[in-house]
C-alpha cells in the first residue's frame, strides 16, 4: 500500500482520519493524548490492532505532557492517562492488552524520565509487533486461499485497521499477489459501511478485482456457489475460540456453514483473551442510534424510531473453521490450539 494509516513522528501522532475515506485521504496530527482517544471513540481511526497502536502512541504522547519531575506524581498522572485511554471503546482486546503494558511499566519505574521513555520505546514495539503480525498472518493464510475462488470479507480488515499489512484483507492480497485468480466479495457493512468505504477503498488501491454487495446479499452469492471461502478479522477472541467480531459476522458464519463453506478468521494473537472462557464474557459496545438512523448526517428514517445499535456480535466456535495468527494456524478444538500457542 502507498499509504501509512498510522506513523509515529517523535512528539505527535499522524494518522488518516478513516471516517472521510474514500471522499478525501486527510491526514491528521495530534499533538496530546486527549485528541488520541477523541480519535479512538470517534472511530477517526478503528480495528482493534490499529485502536491497540494509536492507544499506545496516545499514552507516550500523555508522558510526553506530563512536566513533573516527581516520580509519584508523574506515575500518578501517567495512570490516569493510561485509564482514560482504556475507557475509549469497550470491545476490541489490543486496547486493554497495550493499556496492561504501559501499566506494567508504570509500576516498575522508580524515575520518571526513564519511564517517560520507557513508554515511548513500548508504543514503538507494539506498532512493530502488529506490523510483523499482519505479514506473518498474510503469509499462513494465503496458503489456505484456492486458486480459481470467491472470497467473501465482511467489514475492514486492510492496513487502516490493522496499522500493518492487514488480517483478513492481507491474506486476500497477498493470495492475490501469489499469482491465484481471486475475485473478492466484500459486504458493504452496514451501519457505518467500512466495507463499502475502506475495504473497496483498499482493494482499489490493491488493484484486487472484487465486487461490492450489501450485507443481505451474502446469502444469494454463497447460494450460488460463487465462495471458496469466507474470511473475517476479530476484535476479541476468546479461550474457545468464539470471535467478537463485526456486527453481522454471525449471520455469515451460519451461511458459510449452511453452504458448506471454510469460515476463517484471521487476527493477531494479540486479540486472544485467554482470560474470558467464551464469548458470553465479551462486552459488546452499543453505540448511537444515529449511525442507523442517519447517512452523513442526513435522516433516512422517521423521527423516533426505536433503534438498537451493536458494534459487534459473538460467532461461536463451532462456526469457525480455523484461527490464522502471526504464530500459526489454529485449528478445532480451539481452546487446546490457544492454549498451545508460545
Request: with cysteine; proline share 4%.
Amino acid at each position: 500500500m502507498s499509504f501509512k494509516a498510522i506513523e509515529w513522528m517523535g512528539d505527535k501522532l499522524r494518522l488518516v482520519d478513516q471516517r472521510l475515506i474514500p471522499a478525501e485521504e486527510v491526514y491528521l496530527e495530534l499533538k496530546n493524548h486527549h485528541q488520541v482517544a477523541e480519535a479512538i471513540s470517534n472511530m477517526t481511526v478503528r480495528g482493534a490492532p490499529a485502536i491497540g497502536v494509536a492507544a499506545a502512541y496516545g499514552i507516550a504522547l500523555g508522558s510526553i505532557e506530563i512536566k513533573t519531575s516527581d516520580n509519584k506524581s508523574f506515575l500518578k498522572e501517567l495512570n490516569d492517562i493510561i485509564d482514560l485511554m482504556a475507557a475509549t471503546r469497550p470491545t476490541a482486546v489490543n486496547l486493554f492488552s497495550t493499556t496492561e503494558r504501559m501499566k506494567r511499566i508504570a509500576a516498575s519505574g522508580k524515575d520518571a524520565a526513564i519511564v517517560r521513555q520507557d513508554i515511548i520505546d513500548e508504543a514503538i514495539s507494539i506498532h512493530n509487533e502488529e506490523e510483523a503480525s499482519s505479514e506473518a498472518i498474510s503469509r499462513f493464510g494465503a496458503e489456505l486461499v484456492e486458486d480459481n475462488s470467491g472470497v467473501l470479507t465482511h467489514c475492514n480488515t486492510g492496513p487502516l485497521a490493522t496499522a500493518g499489512y492487514g488480517t483478513a484483507l492481507g491474506v486476500i492480497i497477498r493470495a492475490y499477489r501469489q499469482g491465484k485468480h481471486l475475485h473478492v466479495f466484500a459486504t458493504e457493512t452496514r451501519p457505518r459501511c467500512q466495507g463499502a468505504r475502506l475495504t473497496a477503498w483498499e482493494l482499489k488501491q490493491a488493484n484486487v478485482p472484487f465486487t461490492l454487495i450489501t450485507d443481505s446479499m451474502a446469502g444469494y452469492v454463497l447460494h450460488r456457489g460463487e465462495i471458496g471461502c469466507v474470511i473475517v478479522g476479530a476484535d476479541r477472541i476468546a479461550a474457545n475460540g468464539d470471535t467478537a467480531n463485526k456486527i453481522g459476522t454471525y449471520t455469515l458464519a451460519v451461511l458459510a456453514k449452511e453452504s458448506g463453506v471454510p469460515f476463517y478468521v484471521a487476527a493477531p494473537t494479540s486479540t486472544i483473551d485467554a482470560s474470558i472462557k467464551s464469548g458470553e464474557e465479551i462486552i459488546i459496545e452499543q453505540r448511537s442510534p444515529e449511525e442507523v438512523t442517519h447517512i452523513n448526517g442526513v435522516r433516512i428514517t422517521p423521527e423516533g424510531v426505536k433503534v438498537i445499535n451493536p458494534a459487534f456480535d459473538v460467532t461461536p466456535n463451532q462456526y469457525i473453521t480455523a484461527i490464522i495468527t502471526e504464530k500459526g494456524i489454529i485449528r478445532q478444538p480451539f481452546e487446546e490450539g490457544i492454549k498451545s500457542i508460545p
